[in-house]
């Protein structure tokens, strides 16, 4: 099980000052189905490139773009 520190999820758009409160974390909707997302430790590092709330999604995105 990987370790985190609080210098390990620094970003911009999360607030210093998360405690729990699910709230107050930011979200921006999935790409193709519009669909909330909401902030996840996870996506930390890589919060400004995720654009699909699932694997279904970017699936349907491949999708959508070929002829």
Do not use: H, I
């Not at 985190?4 to 189905?33: E, H, I, Y």
């Amino acid at each position: 099980m990987a370790c985190f520190n609080d210098s390990d999820t620094q970003n911009p758009d999360m607030p210093s000052s998360f405690r729990g409160n699910k709230q107050s974390l930011p979200s921006k909707p999935c790409a193709v189905c519009g669909r909330p997302m909401s902030w996840r430790r996870k996506w930390a590092r890589s919060w400004s490139e995720v654009k699909y709330c699932s694997d279904a999604c970017r699936g349907r995105a491949a999708n959508l773009r070929q002829p």
